[in-house]
């Protein structure tokens, strides 16, 4: 999942965005580009759960 944050954004805003989408949605944070004019662009991945075996 790739998300655009404007360079406008204040940072604290930034940064509830991407811990609501790591809580709610199971992602993490995978690459961060910062932009010359101040934007960055998110690209965030599904966590993987590993599930161990009961047997």
């Known amino acids: 999942m790739d998300i ?3 360079r ?6 930034a940064r ?3 811990t609501e989408h790591a809580e709610y949605g ?3 944070l995978a690459r961060v580009r910062v932009h010359p ?3 960055r662009h998110v690209r965030l991945r ?3 759960i ?6």
């Open 50 to 55: 590993r599930v161990r075996s009961t047997l």
């Open 26 to 28: 199971q992602w993490e």
């Open 16 to 18: 509830q965005l991407l």
């Open 46 to 48: 599904r966590k993987v």
């Open 37 to 39: 004019d101040g934007s």
């Open 4 to 6: 655009f944050i404007p």
């Open 8 to 13: 406008d954004l204040t940072r604290e805003a």
